[in-house]
């Protein structure tokens, strides 16, 4: 009964998690057809820079709150959760407080940067979202730590259907919209969101009286780290649209996000395997040693690389055609960006599955050293290339940035795990006729049973 439970546990939050991803794929793909549509070119360059860096701040926020609240309530005991509850909203009040006066700060530095002084009104009044969606984070946290996700994959269904929606009514009733409306409807999204969420986590939402510092202090040391990779990731993906938009224009910047948004869908791979990597190679750290770890670090990368490479040659043989698809004639010069950056997106396994492996072998800081040096070096050389070629230097430090990248790691997994490249190649190469005898060759001997009982 007990292995029931447990298989019918992994199975409901495996298939309610693909769905998530699924559903925010499909709206992400939906809205970026459709948005590019209705926005001229100069104002989805502007909406570019303007949702790259808000949504820095946001992951300022949840890095460091999102695995703290979850790790800590997961496992204490019932007299403990309202202090954690508690705890988790000072904390979250304590950060949205910080991330909206520091939005204050940086709106006019910013908005005077790209020259784009339209965009200061849209900075100001995407304050209410910072407010909301941090209570809607905390409700999804306390119901993940529940080991309950129905509430989160509704909320976030529901969140990015909301924007979808309007920029579709938009393009289908050929309506004008502005940035600060789009801004207004995704006030409306988090408020609807976070109400179903209440719903949700309302029998688990038990307060304490009080500020609770050693919870606080508990919770703000353990993500502190998680929080410091996960800015100076983004960072070190969003600091070359900055850059654009401020040598160059928001056109510049909208130009490459439409081919960061095309790359990032074959990106997918890299994101679920991590998430299967992380909990497995935790556990086998503790059970079978540093052994099993340099197979999955090895083993995963493979995988991966199997299922990109294919994606990655049809992509650049077809890179017109799926512009054209994906926006129309007006990005035609996303074009040769795009080629450039599916060079890189061969070494982000590497990348991602590093920082994944050392994290669950307690090299925490390791990954964070790594990633705000790299995020460092990618600025510099970011301002120093789009200075000297124009827009192709954004794409070209990327590459670059990822190189060096990926050398650095290689020799720290190579001195910590004994990692052997060879062996993700050799991985790779036998995925396929792998997947082949487990998934296919069964299928098609099924169907030629059916076939002949017909």
């Known amino acids: 009964m007990e292995g029931e439970k447990k298989s019918n546990y992994w199975l409901k939050s495996g298939i309610l998690n693909v769905l998530q991803n699924m559903s925010g794929m499909l709206f992400g793909i939906g809205s970026l057809f459709f948005l590019i549509r209705v926005l001229s070119k100069e104002e989805y360059g502007v ?44 904390l979250d009040g304590l950060l949205t407080t910080g991330i909206i006066i520091a939005n204050f700060f940086f709106a006019h530095i910013l908005t005077s ?18 407010i909301l969606s941090g209570v809607l984070t905390q409700f999804n946290c306390i119901e993940q730590a529940h080991l309950q996700f129905d509430g989160i994959f509704v909320t976030n269904t529901v969140n990015q259907s909301v924007f979808f929606l309007v920029v579709l009514i938009c393009f289908i009733f050929k309506i004008n919209i502005t940035l600060f409306q789009l801004v207004v409807f995704q006030i409306v999204g988090n408020a ?35 929080f410091g990779t996960s800015v ?27 081919a960061v948004r095309i790359v990032n869908l074959i990106d997918v791979p890299s994101n679920a395997v991590a998430t299967i990597v992380f909990p497995q ?117 990327t590459l670059i940035s990822n190189i060096v990248g990926f050398i650095i790691a290689q020799y720290i997994l190579k001195k910590e795990l004994n990692v052997s490249i060879w062996n993700t190649f050799v991985y790779a190469y036998y995925f396929y006729p ?16 059916i076939k002949g009982q017909s």
Do not use: C
């Open 47 to 90: 909406w570019v820079l303007f949702t790259g860096t808000v949504t820095i701040l946001n992951v300022f926020r949840d890095g460091l709150l999102r695995s703290a609240v979850i790790k800590f309530l997961s496992g204490a005991s019932e007299d403990d959760k309202p202090k954690i509850i508690t705890s988790s909203f000072t």
């Open 113 to 130: 940067f790209w020259h784009t002084p339209e965009l200061l009104p849209v900075f100001y009044l995407y304050n209410i979202v910072y």
């Open 192 to 226: 609807i969101s976070a109400f179903i969420a209440y719903f949700y986590v309302r029998s688990h939402l038990h307060f304490a009286k009080g500020y609770h510092k050693e919870w606080v202090k508990k919770m703000f040391n353990y993500g502190k780290y998680a």
């Open 232 to 258: 100076s990731s983004i960072l070190s993906g969003t600091v070359d649209q900055w850059m654009l938009g401020g040598l160059i224009s928001p056109i510049a910047s909208g130009a490459f996000n439409l």
């Open 281 to 397: 190679s935790a556990k086998r750290i503790e059970t079978e040693g540093r052994t099993a770890i340099k197979y999955l670090y090895e083993r995963s990368v493979g995988v991966i690389l199997a299922m990109l490479v294919p994606s990655v040659i049809l992509i650049y043989i077809f890179s017109d055609l799926i512009i054209y698809i994906a926006a129309g004639n007006k990005y035609a010069d996303a074009v040769p960006l795009l080629r450039v950056m599916l060079f890189y997106i061969l070494l982000i396994p590497y990348g991602r599955q590093f920082g994944v492996i050392l994290d669950s072998i307690g090299k925490t800081k390791t990954t964070f050293y790594m990633v705000v040096f790299i995020a460092s070096f990618n600025l510099g050389l970011n301002y120093i290339l789009i200075s000297q070629i124009g827009i192709m230097g954004a794409p070209y430090a």
């Open 434 to 449: 792998e997947f082949y005898g487990k998934f296919v060759k069964p299928q098609l001997i099924r169907f030629k049973i």
